[in-house]
């Protein structure tokens, strides 16, 4: 490839609200839009949006790697993922970074080439993407509130938040959610690993009745999934667990959860949640794809991955719809509960 100039700008996006999990409050999201451009004149934009809360590097990590960043690029369009891969290996602990700039880059050749990124990953896309909504902390009667409306908006798939201090308030949250949305419509929870191994044991036991798609993240190590997967029927799935390819290999291969929430931004971008997607695919462990509330540039890199994956199941793609303004027009908006991809002309 030509001689190739890296810039960024760093950008910060308000929430129209804050959104509050068993983690933290998520008020704004600061990041990296990452250029590069080549003598030809070709501009790839890459976006690099960490989040320390859920395993990544913080934002002055990426601040000063990129003052500092080097890169050097020989390209074979015939191992295009494991020559990009190699290239960025200096930043496997920088997974957001390493994102932003797998993007641009990406988005570079796919420009100088005429590729999409279909035919740049030889990937067949789905025209359409079920997405689930997301509830965050509410009161009970707030929950089914806001399930009901989003049922009315189109949605089938809801995720609630839980894991608050007392576990009989998430009981009720979830028991006004499903009274409310009946029996047709699936509920996944998310505990972002706030349960410890004997009460993981004790709220699954309460949470049969519910119904429930999945349990995301009920606890942190390997070990207590294995644990857990042994004594529920519910199916376990597992997400903050999972930083690298290494970590989700270990679980797919253990068995150790039924499906893999996989974020492209934590993971280190599109290329390992490929590897990550097709090994899961392989040994019969479903995959979804979500948001780290990232913007509309890395949001498009992450529909991608969703597009892909094989299994018709509904994806943690509704992001955008919380910030107040965004980078950029939103060329994927959810409607109905679901995405309409435009396959010809890429992302």
């Known amino acids: 490839m030509n001689k190739i100039e890296l810039t960024y700008s760093p950008y910060k996006l308000n929430l129209t609200k804050p959104f509050e999990t068993s983690k933290n409050i998520i008020s704004e999201r600061?990041?990296?839009?990452?250029?590069?451009?080549?003598?030809?004149?070709?501009?790839?934009?890459?976006?690099?949006?960490?989040?320390?809360?859920?395993?990544?590097?913080?934002f002055e990590d990426d601040e000063a790697a990129l003052k500092n960043i080097k890169l050097k690029f020989k390209l074979d369009l015939a191992l295009i993922e494991s020559n990009i891969s190699q290239i960025l290996s200096p930043y496997e602990k920088l997974p957001a970074l390493k994102h932003g700039i797998e993007q641009a880059l990406i988005n570079l050749i796919c420009k100088e080439?005429?590729?999409?990124?279909?035919?740049?990953?030889?990937?067949?896309?789905?025209?359409?993407?079920?997405?689930?909504?997301?509830?965050?902390?509410?009161?009970?009667?707030?929950?089914?509130?806001?399930?009901?409306?989003?049922?009315?908006?189109?949605?089938?798939?809801?995720?609630?938040?839980?894991?608050?201090?007392?576990?009989?308030?998430?009981?009720?949250?979830?028991?006004?959610?499903?009274?409310?949305?009946?029996n047709k419509i699936k509920i996944r929870i998310d505990v972002n690993g706030k349960w410890k191994l004997s009460e993981a044991v004790n709220n699954l036991e309460k949470l049969k009745s519910l119904d429930l798609e999945y349990i995301e993240q009920p606890a942190k190590s390997l070990k207590d999934f294995i644990e857990l997967s042994k004594m529920t029927s519910i199916p376990l799935a597992v997400d903050e667990s999972i930083k690298n390819e290494k970590d989700a290999k270990n679980f797919i291969l253990k068995k150790a959860a039924s499906?893999?929430?996989?974020?492209?931004?934590?993971?280190?971008?599109?290329?390992?949640?490929?590897?990550?997607?097709?090994?899961?695919?392989?040994?019969?462990?479903?995959?979804?794809?979500?948001?780290?509330?990232?913007?509309?540039?890395?949001?498009?890199?992450?529909?991608?991955?969703?597009?892909?994956?094989?299994d018709e199941i509904a994806h943690g793609l509704a992001t955008g719809i919380y910030f107040e303004k965004d980078l950029a027009a939103d060329p994927y908006k959810v409607k109905n509960g679901k995405i309409n991809l435009e396959i010809d002309k890429g992302f």
């Open 30 to 58: 600061k990041g990296f839009l990452i250029q590069l451009r080549s003598s030809l004149g070709k501009v790839g934009i890459g976006d690099a949006a960490p989040l320390p809360e859920l395993g990544s590097e913080k």
């Open 113 to 182: 080439k005429k590729y999409s990124l279909n035919e740049l990953f030889n990937k067949t896309s789905r025209k359409e993407i079920k997405v689930n909504a997301v509830i965050g902390f509410l009161t009970p009667n707030e929950s089914a509130k806001t399930a009901s409306e989003l049922i009315s908006e189109g949605f089938q798939t809801i995720k609630v938040k839980v894991g608050r201090k007392l576990f009989d308030e998430d009981l009720k949250c979830l028991k006004e959610i499903r009274k409310a949305v009946g």
């Open 259 to 310: 499906v893999l929430i996989l974020k492209p931004m934590l993971l280190g971008g599109i290329i390992p949640t490929i590897n990550i997607i097709r090994l899961a695919e392989e040994n019969e462990i479903k995959v979804v794809i979500s948001s780290s509330f990232e913007s509309v540039i890395g949001r498009s890199m992450t529909i991608f991955a969703a597009s892909i994956v094989k």
